[in-house]
T-cell receptor, first 112, second 109 residues
Framework: EAQVTQNPRYLITVTGKKLTVTCSQN?????MSWYRQDPGLGLRQIYY???????DKGDVPEGYKVSRKEKRNFPLILESPSPNQTSLYFC???????????FGDGTRLSIL | GQQVMQIPQYQHVQEGEDFTTYCNSS?????IQWYKQRPGGHPVFLIQ?????EVKKQKRLTFQFGEAKKNSSLHITATQTTDVGTYFC?????????FGSGTKLNVKP
């Protein structure tokens, strides 16, 4: 079954404690992206990747890092999380060209 | 930076009434996609529009892309309770996606 898998689904942690949210897709998609969703703001793109070792900033990259060492994986790293990064995070992937994005089930992060 | 504005933020309708949500971009878009997110779920792709003035239909849903490729709309005819959710437009330019803030649709049976 074609899917995008995120882990963990829920995480409560404290300010400054490094964390990683994993994202994996099994559709051999080149393009992967991370979004955060906040009430009234829709989804905002954090980072995206066009292919292995090719990443670029989205609209809200501050405080986040990503890497794309393998085509299927695109982890999101928060080196020193802060409370304003409390949010619902979605990973998405799509094929080349004008293709729909496939979203994971989301990760709800709470930074205390 | 580039922005996509979406209105209304909320819409409450009686089952059987029509519903429309509108998106406006500050700049010309390469294409626009529409997604639906059910409560507690993730966005699910509905359709994408690429050409200027394009109109596409999916059963009771009609999607339009403006002539200038800066605005778009989604119209649902005769809403049903299964239409409940939040509808997002997502403008696409230079490998980036710009989502509208979404319109939350509630349908009363």
């Amino acid at each position: 079954e074609a899917q995008v898998t995120q882990n963990p689904r829920y995480l409560i942690t404290v300010t400054g404690k490094k964390l990683t949210v994993t994202c994996s897709q099994n559709m051999n998609h080149e393009y992967m992206s991370w979004y955060r969703q906040d009430p009234g703001l829709g989804l905002r793109q954090i980072y995206y990747s066009m292919n292995v070792e090719v990443t670029d900033k989205g609209d809200v990259p501050e405080g986040y890092k990503v890497s794309r060492k393998e085509k299927r994986n695109f982890p999101l790293i928060l080196e020193s999380p802060s409370p304003n990064q409390t949010s619902l995070y979605f990973c998405a992937s799509r094929g080349t060209g004008i293709q729909p994005q496939h979203f994971g089930d989301g990760t709800r992060l709470s930074i205390l | 930076g580039q922005q996509v504005m979406q209105i209304p933020q909320y819409q409450h309708v009686q089952e059987g009434e029509d519903f429309t949500t509108y998106c406006n971009s500050s700049t010309t878009l390469s294409n626009i996609q529409w997604y639906k997110q059910r409560p507690g779920g993730h966005p699910v792709f509905l359709i994408q529009l690429v050409k200027s003035g394009e109109v596409k239909k999916q059963k009771r849903l009609t999607f339009q892309f403006g002539e200038a490729k800066k605005n778009s709309s989604l119209h649902i005819t005769a809403t049903q309770t299964t239409d409940v959710g939040t509808y997002f437009c997502a403008g696409h330019n230079f490998n980036k996606f710009y989502f509208g803030s979404g319109t939350k649709l509630n349908v009363k049976p």
